[in-house]
């Protein structure tokens, strides 16, 4: 099984936070997607998303639960509406996704 986290910021201090885990992270053995400095997608914040799959989810997802962010955590199936529903988890606060930005993406996958 494969995951993603997305790891949001809402100010330069939390910005400063979640650019340090990057290094960690791939120390971990994640793959680090880009960094979005301002909303993207259905995501309400600034965030880059971070693969890993299931041989280091717990240890991956165990030192981002170390951390002040607000971290999305969800499965891949590639089925990204429910992924980010139905298989999402959060550490953190919970905010809430443009799930319309969602569907269309979906409809237009097809």
């Given at each position: 099984?494969?995951?993603?986290?997305?790891v949001?910021?809402?100010?330069?201090?939390?910005?400063?936070?979640?650019?340090?885990l990057?290094?960690?992270?791939?120390?971990?053995?994640?793959?680090?997607?880009?960094?979005?400095?301002?909303?993207?997608?259905?995501?309400?914040f600034?965030?880059?998303?971070?693969?890993?799959?299931?041989?280091?989810?717990?240890?991956?997802?165990?030192?981002?639960?170390?951390?002040?962010?607000?971290?999305?955590?969800?499965?891949?199936?590639?089925?990204?509406?429910?992924?980010?529903?139905?298989?999402?988890?959060?550490?953190?606060?919970?905010?809430?996704?443009?799930?319309?930005?969602?569907?269309?993406?979906?409809?237009?996958?097809?």
């Amino acid at each position: 099984m494969y995951y993603h986290a997305h790891v949001y910021w809402q100010n330069e201090s939390q910005r400063f936070e979640a650019l340090h885990l990057r290094q960690p992270l791939q120390e971990l053995g994640c793959h680090l997607g880009t960094i979005h400095e301002h909303p993207f997608g259905p995501h309400p914040f600034p965030m880059y998303q971070v693969n890993y799959n299931s041989n280091i989810a717990e240890e991956v997802e165990e030192f981002l639960s170390k951390t002040k962010l607000d971290i999305l955590l969800h499965e891949d199936t590639g089925d990204d509406l429910r992924d980010h529903t139905e298989g999402a988890r959060w550490i953190g606060h919970k905010h809430k996704l443009d799930l319309e930005w969602l569907e269309e993406y979906t409809r237009n996958k097809k």
